[in-house]
């Protein structure tokens, strides 16, 4: 896997994520953007790591989303906490994210 093709499989991500954004949220979509923009630039580097090792073998694809969707716990959204968006639903846009990186990498490779 080829640094242009971490680059698609970010830009695949991305687009997936805006999607969820424009679909979910009407009046947060900024605060949404802003928080999401951070999680997928904090999270690149651990899921190109993942990815490789998926793409290798040395993991399975059942670790590679058990290593995804453990990251929901670490995720802060702070801009949507403080514009005081509920809680369940900050939770339910970390999951459909998490859920949309593993779909997207495991559609890739």
Do not use: H, P
């Amino acid at each position: 896997m080829n640094n242009e093709d971490v680059q698609d499989l970010f830009n695949t991500i991305k687009d997936d994520v805006s999607g969820i954004i424009m679909s979910t949220f009407k009046n947060f979509r900024k605060e949404a953007n802003d928080d999401v923009s951070n999680l997928l630039d904090n999270m690149q580097g651990k899921v190109e790591l993942w990815t490789q090792q998926l793409a290798n073998g040395k993991l399975s694809r059942k670790d590679f989303e058990f290593l995804v969707l453990g990251q929901k716990d670490l995720i802060k959204m702070n801009a949507l906490q403080k514009a005081g968006m509920a809680a369940i639903r900050i939770d339910e846009l970390k999951s459909n994210i998490l859920n949309s990186i593993t779909k997207s990498v495991l559609n890739f490779l």
